[in-house]
């Protein structure tokens, strides 16, 4: 079983293909309260001081802390394309 810093660093690095408005996406971050929650991405946003991305995704699933149409923004290191 990998450590969580090993998945996420391994999410990370093979993350050459970044996901593009329209795409469908799933979070892979067991560690995020919406793990698991999925979409279809409508903005990508570049981090201050070269810091990396984030993707905002509008939900298309429900969970415990989430809604279906509910928008969330997260690194491109926590989502995986779906």
């Known amino acids: 079983m990998k450590l969580l810093h090993e998945y996420i660093q391994e999410v990370f690095q093979s993350h050459h293909d970044e996901p593009r408005i ?47 149409g509910g928008l969330l923004t997260k690194t491109l290191d926590q989502l995986d394309p779906l």
Request: glycine letters at 10%; aromatic letters at 6%; a negative charge.
């Open 22 to 68: 329209g795409d469908a996406v799933v979070n892979v971050n067991p560690s995020c309260k919406h793990f698991k929650s999925e979409g279809i991405v409508v903005a990508i946003t570049e981090l201050p001081g070269d810091a990396g991305k984030t993707a905002t995704y509008v939900c298309s699933n429900d969970g415990p802390t989430w809604s279906r």
